[in-house]
T-cell receptor, first 113, second 112 residues
């Protein structure tokens, strides 16, 4: 059973397009996250949701909009894609009060051409 | 603010060599400290943790001791294997923090 799953695994698209990445966790966790990992492996948190409420919103362009339809899902929509958005995006989840123990999805490699 | 600094890689070792990956931190109060590992093509996994000074976290032959006096949490393994090749991230979480601060990662290559 996959604990944290993401779709798609790979996404290649052109500048200016709008795309979405989906994330689902079946661990019963209350908190979900989106991270961006650049080509040098530097990992940066983008958003965090707890029970469908936004609790962390780092300095991210407003072209990025997370949506949490329920506490098991956190999707990431990106408008007007730019070359600099190319990266690997990871979804993660954790139990409340155990935010240090995060379970990561396999990642979505986004390439913008 | 809180931050984590870890040694830059890549680190290349032969199988059965001794491994140390250095990590130091800056934080107010008493953070919890972690090492995460990212195997090729996968997401990060929690490797070990320590929640207070002098605690030693250990898992899969890896160890790290929370040293408050030197603000360090160095990762060690006595005899590495090819399967240990991965990127290792040192991380911290402040008291009542709702997020983790990750270091920049250290890539480890183990040669057979």
């Amino acid at each position: 059973d996959t604990a944290v799953s993401q779709t798609p695994k790979y996404l290649v698209t052109q500048m200016g397009n709008d795309k979405s990445i989906k994330c689902e966790q079946n661990l019963g966790h209350d908190t979900m996250y989106w991270y961006k990992q650049d080509s040098k492996k530097f990992l940066k948190i983008m958003f965090s949701y707890n029970n469908k409420e936004l609790i962390i919103n780092e300095t991210v362009p407003n072209r990025f909009s997370p949506k949490s339809p329920d506490k098991a899902h956190l999707n990431l929509h990106i408008n007007s894609l730019e070359l600099g958005d190319s990266a690997v995006y990871f979804c993660a989840s954790s139990q409340i009060d155990r935010e240090y123990e995060q379970y990561f999805g396999p990642g979505t490699r986004l390439t913008v051409t | 603010g809180n931050s984590v600094t870890q040694m830059e890689g890549p680190v290349t070792l032969s199988e059965e060599a001794f491994l140390t990956i250095n990590c130091t931190y800056t934080a107010t109060g008493y953070p919890s400290l972690f090492w995460y590992v990212q195997y090729p093509g996968e997401g990060l996994q929690l490797l070990l943790k320590a929640t207070k000074a002098d605690d030693k976290g250990s898992n899969k032959g890896f160890e790290a001791t929370y040293r408050k006096e030197t603000t360090s949490f160095h990762l060690e393994k006595g005899s590495v294997q090819v399967s240990d090749s991965a990127v290792y991230f040192c991380a911290l979480s402040g008291y009542r923090d709702d997020k983790i601060i990750f270091g920049k990662g250290t890539r480890l290559h183990i040669l057979p």
